[in-house]
């Protein structure tokens, strides 16, 4: 088989897994106890309508659902807060490299509420962002994985036609690898993350490789090729 793409998952793939409590996110953010408890619930119910509906949401819909400003202050803590659970894993430009000198398109599909600019602040950052070729943050689409749609979505930004010239890398056996499945991609599972039970999801995909980490992933690449 011809591999073409190459597409990531973002957190628990290409940044290792971190357990968040989203209150606590809230409440570093706002100060304010009540405040972060409405927040969490929102954000909670946010992900829930992912899990259950596929519906994709956006950083500034939550916080003006809860009518709280988005000031370019708390913009920042939130980052702040945050910028400790979104290091890139140290395998990550030994991997791109390799699929550059294969050939591969590197492409990113992440459910996320972020806008693309903080992802790309992020890669950037970490020395990793000129090597991505396509990527599709569900904050600027309708639907989210396991949705078809975001993941065609995501092959279109990667210039792909045949889903099975594409291989898609992902720490949740629901969103990623059933997902990628599902349009006819291969799947390879990062097995290391600690999905919460509520966001599991109720399909179980069967991915065609697991790797203990990325870096293997080029010895799987280099078997299907
Ligand atoms: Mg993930």
Redesign the pocket.
Known sequence: MAVDAVVF?????LTP?HTIDVYESWLQTTGDPDTAVRLAEAENLLWAGSRDEQRSGTLSALLDSVGVPPTTELLRRYSDWWEPHTLTDPDVPVVFAALKTRGIRIGVL??TIWTRAEHERIFERDGVLAAIDGAVYTSEIPWTKPHPEAFRAALDAVDVDDPARAVFV???LF??IHGAKAVGMRAVLVPH?DIPPVQVGPHIGEPDAVVDRLVDLVTIIDGWL
């Open positions: 998952d973002w957190g628990g793939t897994w992440s459910n992902g720490d949740r969103d990623d993350s």
